[in-house]
T-cell receptor
Framework: DGGITQSPKYLFRKEGQNVTLSCEQN?????MYWYRQDPGQGLRLIYY???????QKGDIAEGYSVSREKKESFPLTVTSAQKNPTAFYLC?????????????FGNGTRLTVT | AQTVTQSQPEMSVQEAETVTLSCTYD???????LFWYKQPPSRQMILVIR??????QNATENRFSVNFQKAAKSFSLKISDSQLGDTAMYFC?????????FGAGTRLTVKP
């Protein structure tokens, strides 16, 4: 079955450490996205990528980095510069054949930094 | 950047009744797309319904329908015959080009 896989489901890190969240899709979608979800704030866009080797910052990109070396993969690194990294992170993808195609989401990664 | 506002943080409805969730947005563009997503306690994001801005006809998907008022920049979701499984967070989303933004969400509880 086609879909988006985020791993791991739960991730724990010590403050000051960088951590990378994995996102893989086998839907052959062109565009991929990372969102952060905090209670009461909905989903906020971190980064998105429309094609391989290209990506754009969203509203809250500071303290995060991404890469898009393969169409199927869009890993997110939460760096030590991110001041409040504990959150629920959602990866999504969509077919970039006109904007009417919706986002398809992974199951998310809950990151806890102590 | 465009903004999406959901003014109802929480709502409740009795099973089998109808409920309407509100959403407004701000944009200077004329061509864009609107979506409603549902997030149950599992936290999986599920597409409920979508609307193209250049289509005047309101979208409908079974018990879910929208009231799209382009001039007022309003995009409300109506759930008819509410079911216990409709209990979830509902997010309104706006997309232009490849940039999709979400509202803060409305927590809907369906009571038996």
């Amino acid at each position: 079955d086609g879909g988006i896989t985020q791993s791991p489901k739960y991730l724990f890190r010590k403050e000051g450490q960088n951590v990378t969240l994995s996102c893989e899709q086998n839907l052959n979608h062109d565009a991929m996205y990372w969102y952060r979800q905090d209670p009461g704030q909905g989903l906020r866009l971190i980064y998105y990528s429309q094609i391989v080797n290209d990506f754009q910052k969203g509203d809250i990109a500071e303290g995060y980095s991404v890469s898009r070396e393969k169409k199927e993969s869009f890993p997110l690194t939460v760096t030590s510069a991110q001041k409040n990294p504990t959150a629920f992170y959602l990866c999504a993808s969509r077919q970039d054949r006109g904007s009417y195609s919706p986002l398809h989401f992974g199951n998310g990664t809950r990151l806890t930094v102590t | 950047a465009q903004t999406v506002t959901q003014s109802q943080p929480e709502m409740s409805v009795q099973e089998a009744e109808t409920v309407t969730l509100s959403c407004t947005y701000d944009t200077s563009e004329s061509n864009y797309y609107l979506f409603w997503y549902k997030q149950p306690p599992s936290r999986q994001m599920i597409l409920v319904i979508r609307q193209e801005a250049y289509k005047q006809q309101n979208a409908t998907e079974n018990r879910f329908s929208v009231n799209f008022q382009k001039a007022a920049k309003s995009f409300s979701l109506k759930i008819s015959d509410s079911q216990l499984g409709d209990t979830a967070m509902y997010f309104c989303a706006f997309m232009e080009y490849n940039d999709m933004r979400f509202g803060a969400g409305t927590r809907l509880t369906v009571k038996p």
